[in-house]
Antibody, heavy 124, light 107 residues
Framework: EVQLVESGGRLVQPGGSLKLSCAAS????????MHWVRQASGKGLEWVGR??????????AYGGSVKGRFSISRDDSRNTVYLQMNSLKTEDTAVYYC???????????????WGQGTLVTVSS | DIQMTQSPSSLSASVGDRVTITCRAS??????LSWYQQKPGKAPTVLIY???SLPSGVPSRFSGSGSGSDFTLTISNLQPEDFAVYYC?????????FGGGTKVETK
């Protein structure tokens, strides 16, 4: 069974840092790109960023609201992807999901599955 | 960034109804459009990719159509488990962007 389990969410003060983890199992993690998506309470989905596989040079990309503050990394030996969040703002408060990039022929891809999410609260 | 606009933001329907949700992109995205369903307190799940293709395991009452900048998700014969929030998502370019969501509620 493909499974993603996020951890590391907690209360943090504005300006602080936090590192989230997402442990993967049930598939060839090293060959998969991975994404982070967040959702503020009662709001919609916002793409945070992604990291590609070693084959694709671990290339990263980020959404505009987090670019320069957040970074994504991975440890293929631990089947884990990370989200390092710096200079946190109150508007970063959200549930953070990791999700697997599943590619189809023709460059189409979906996010499947998603983890259960981990809550990050930025408040003083 | 490509903006994705969904309509309506919410709708009321009954079991057995046919429901249609639309999604419009701010520029052409070919068929790089997927749909996700999210139930309360749960993570999203994928329903449609490439605008009209169903991943294995998704019930056939879900269908998608469109290309370019206008897309629709149709649920025929709405079932009790289909009351949820639906999101479209474009993957034509980075950053990936989602529509604002459509909540399907019980009439």
């Amino acid at each position: 069974e493909v499974q993603l389990v996020e951890s590391g969410g907690r209360l943090v003060q504005p300006g602080g840092s936090l590192k989230l983890s997402c442990a993967a199992s049930g598939f060839t993690f090293s060959g998969s790109a991975m994404h982070w998506v967040r959702q503020a309470s009662g709001k919609g989905l916002e793409w945070v960023g992604r990291i590609r596989s070693k084959t694709n040079n671990y290339a990263t990309a980020y959404g505009g609201s987090v670019k320069g503050r957040f970074s994504i990394s991975r440890d293929d030996s631990r089947n884990t992807v990370y989200l390092q969040m710096n200079s946190l703002k109150t508007e970063d408060t959200a549930v953070y999901y990791c999700t697997r990039h599943v590619a189809y022929i023709g460059d189409w891809y979906v996010f499947d599955p998603w983890g259960q999410g981990t809550l990050v609260t930025v408040s003083s | 960034d490509i903006q994705m606009t969904q309509s309506p933001s919410s709708l009321s329907a009954s079991v057995g109804d046919r429901v249609t949700i639309t999604c419009r992109a701010s520029q052409s995205i070919s068929t790089y459009l997927s749909w996700y369903q999210q139930k309360p307190g749960k993570a999203p799940t994928v329903l449609i990719y490439a605008a009209s293709s169903l991943p294995s395991g998704v019930p056939s009452r879900f269908s998608g159509s469109g290309s370019g900048s206008d897309f629709t998700l149709t649920i025929s014969n709405l079932q009790p488990e289909d009351f949820a929030v639906y999101y479209c998502r474009q993957s034509y370019s980075v950053p990936v962007t989602f529509g604002g969501g459509t909540k399907v509620e019980t009439k």
